[in-house]
């Protein structure tokens, strides 16, 4: 019995090996751009020529005359709106999911969900641009709001719901029985356990809206600039390495906002980054 | 029997879609007392737990502790204390803020709070342990800690919902009596429910045997235990033989072949029944005695064959048949161990000692 459960570990990372090695060239072709911009942003040469050479000039460029941090802060706000939308909306919903929603209706929430979450945003961008004109909205920072928002709830709802679901409904019982009323309740015992998830839910909205060209670009009126669009401005144009430094500020940004929530102990909330991903 | 300062609950109905779940229960607990609900899994005794808590609403009926109607009273406000099967422990508070939950919702001061916090976690043997998180428990011990977050509270009553399913079993007979004991300290009403026939009788003042929804027999453990209402309440409550056979003029009774006059109880029992004619006995297999069968047959005594002898440490299960019909025996095992050997398919007489006419 002993003599082979030791040996079983060795022959199944036996097996893995072949899957080892493409997972091992995935992360590669992850990297190995980040890794490039990153050198990038720090050399002297405007059409990325070797010899390396130190500067910080396309930093100090990024914060002076680069017209990038306009659209950079104007996706900020936006994504951080809708992040924290998507998460309150979203909560709400995944209660009323889990705990008062009838077999037919939960079903058909889930299936209009999965299918904002499965359905290409080309085609998604496309027929909200065709809805928000026919609804007059048009084409306005609020249509983008909304896009984004249709968007990102789906994360939110699936991720607190099945975190909801785990939940042991006598805790629930316990806590009225000791004297706390329904709200008390929810506050006390349901959010403290849920919110890991809720802030996990809240991260990827906002990440999915801060990248989400396709929405962006079928609703942006004209003369508004997201980052994604300005980006796909200047790549048309030709771009100088300011963008390099912004890129390098934002993988930074990310990197230090996730290790911040795993010292947090967020570590099993589904966070990506997190051990679940 | 008052039951004013207790529970009462009258009429009770209760279904779950077009499945009645409960038909008119109606108990009567007493102030300090301790009761059990046994029941197989459906019988409807957590349902009836789940009333009585608040957390599920009855069809018909009422409910009443020390008093007051509380049949639509929200479950915050009953002031019943409830130790759920998964013991339902808040995963993200320490043991001492479990316990300290229901005193502070009742607005509790926090010196007074951690007075009572300690006082408890003495009660149920846990001091010491406050600061740990649930999770850093053992079953046991979580046990009494959703044990102390029921008492602590000063509840009019205390639920117990299969309290003692989830331990094993050498943990569970030691939670089994410091239950008693807190119990019987406390002096707090108890309602359990269980589908163990050993706990209910080990625990309770007074059993209450469910099924389908209906309270089938309810009595003091000993009693019901001796004269079950009916062939369900005789086989839940415990191992039990049944043993068909005439009843004849003179207190004798035949099986198959044989007749014999019993001795003791059973004559007494078949003389107080009064019925001559086919009857089926039934028997515990406590209520038997057997005994090698060489020689000729006493008068009080039935002639069957050893099918077998099993072990089991204090006590020797005897199975042997007795004209065609399988019978298991409870023996001390120094008994059988002293008048032994004891070889499958050699003779015995087995004695009855005492039996129920069904």
Known sequence: MRKASRRRPLREAEAISPAMMVLGLSLVILFVPLVIIILLSFNTSPYGTLPFQGTLKWYAALFTDSGLLGPTWLSLQLSCLVAVSAAVLGTLAAIWLDRRASRIWGTLFRVALLSAITVPWLILGLAMLLVMNAIGIGRSLFAIYLGLLATTLPYVVFIVAARLHTLDPDLDHAARSLGAGAITTFLRISVPLIIPSILSGTLISFMVSFNNFLIQYFLAPFGVQTLPLKIYTLIRVGYLPDLNALGTLIVGVTCIVIAVLHRLGLRHAGLPGGSTL | MSADNGLLIAGIHKSFGAVPVLRDVTLAVPSGEFHTLLGPSGSGKTTLLRIVAGFTPADAGQVTLAGADITDTLPEHRNIGVVFQNYALFPHMTVSENIAFGLRMRGIARPERAERVEAVLRLVRMTG??????????????????????????????????????????????????????????????????????????????????????????????????????????????????????????????????????????????????????????????????????????????????????????????????????????????????SGPWTPGMPVWVRIREARLL
């Not at chain 2, 006590?315 to 002293?338: M, Y």
Request: a neutral charge.
């Open chain 2, 129 to 338: 342990l406050g600061h740990r998180r649930p999770a850093n428990l053992s079953g046991g011990q979580q046990q009494r800690v959703a044990l102390a977050r029921a008492l602590v509270i000063k509840p009019q009553l205390l639920l117990l919902d299969e309290p003692l399913s989830a331990l094993d079993r050498k943990v569970r007979q030691e939670v089994r009596e410091e239950l008693k004991r807190i119990q019987a300290e406390t002096g707090v009403t108890t309602v359990m429910v269980t589908h163990d026939q050993e706990e209910a009788l080990f625990l309770a003042d007074r059993v209450l045997v469910l099924e389908a929804g209906a309270v089938r027999q309810a009595g003091a453990p000993a009693e019901i235990y001796r004269n079950p209402a009916d062939a369900f309440v005789a086989g839940f409550l415990g191992a039990i033989n049944r043993l068909d056979a005439v009843v004849e003029e003179g207190g004798r009774i035949r099986v198959g072949k044989q007749t014999m006059t019993p001795a003791g109880e059973l004559a007494s029992v078949l003389a107080g029944a009064g019925r001559l004619g086919p009857v089926a006995l039934a028997v515990r297999p406590e209520q038997m005695t057997v005994t090698p069968g060489y020689g000729q047959r006493p008068a009080d005594a039935l002639g069957g064959w050893l099918i077998a002898a099993e072990f089991g440490g204090p006590v020797v299960t005897v199975r042997v048949e007795v004209e065609g019909q399988a019978l298991a025996i409870l023996c001390l095992s120094p008994d059988i161990l002293a």
